[in-house]
């Protein structure tokens, strides 16, 4: 079935950039009467499903919102849980990544992740940053509002010190300043668990992307998920405001 899926894909026409929110561990777990960490910790198959599978097919940029900047607001322990597995999980990733040549990287406020993640993080980007057959991006205390701030703020620095002028400030400079300024705006994003909604998530880069929402929670998240997912996207007429006669 998976592989009949796999097959129906047109590799010419592949999304080259695929951004996912992974919702839904929390009420997975719930509905089975687990604690919610046991949500995040299922959750992390499902991150070695997508990451395999968009590798596999020559996806070449995924990125997976992993921590935002609101769930500080979770409970401490949730939170403490989320940071200790995300360090396991890089560390005892790096060797599989390195062996399927996949390089990692990170957007977010990453200076305020604890000292342990943030480390961790920085040596795992260093010791697959040669890797070339596809970049995995984690959204690290990542919002998009924040990132946006951000970028006004260092533009705001560059006119101020002279290095920049208002009439250079444009779409292309300011996307020069984000923290995604060297990776291309996603075609496709993928959400689980029923939710509609963008959640400060890559708002800027997101103009022209193709919505795809699933119902299912997070940890249920398989290869077959994602190719179902690009091929809607390979049913759609993608027009970036022209009409439909003037794409033919
Ligand atoms: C959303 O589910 C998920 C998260 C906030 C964290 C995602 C983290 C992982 C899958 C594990 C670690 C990831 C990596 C990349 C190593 P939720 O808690 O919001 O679920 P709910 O909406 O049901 O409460």
Do not use: C
């Not at 990542?142 to 101020?160: C, L, M, P």
């Amino acid at each position: 079935m998976s592989d009949n899926l796999k097959e129906s894909i047109n590799l010419d026409r592949l999304p080259e950039h695929i951004a996912v929110i992974m919702d839904g561990n929390g009420r997975w777990a719930k509905k089975k009467g687990m604690p919610r960490v046991f949500g995040h910790r299922s959750g992390v198959k499902a991150v070695r499903e997508i990451t395999e599978a968009a590798a596999e097919i020559g996806v070449k940029y995924l990125t997976l919102y992993a921590f935002s900047t609101e769930n500080w607001n979770r409970p401490a322990l949730e939170v403490d849980a989320l940071m200790t597995l995300l360090v396991k999980t890089i560390k005892e990733e790096v060797k599989t990544l390195n062996k399927n040549n996949i390089r990692l990287e990170a957007i977010g406020d990453l200076s305020r992740l604890p000292e342990k993640s943030h480390m961790a993080l920085k040596e795992a980007i260093k010791d697959t940053s040669s890797n070339t057959r596809m970049t995995l991006i984690l959204a690290l205390n990542y919002s998009s509002r924040w990132e946006i701030v951000n970028s006004t703020k260092q533009i705001a620095e560059a006119v101020k010190s002279g290095k920049m002028e208002i009439e250079d400030i444009n779409a292309e400079t300011f996307s020069a300043h984000l923290a995604t300024a060297k990776i291309p705006d996603p075609e496709l994003l993928i959400r689980t668990s029923g939710e509609k909604r963008i959640s400060n998530y890559l708002l800027w880069q997101l103009a022209y992307t193709e919505l795809h929402f699933l119902d299912l929670f997070w940890p249920d998240f398989r290869k077959q998920h994602l190719y179902e997912s690009i091929l809607d996207f390979q049913n759609r007429e993608r027009r970036f405001g022209k009409t439909s006669e003037q794409l033919t």
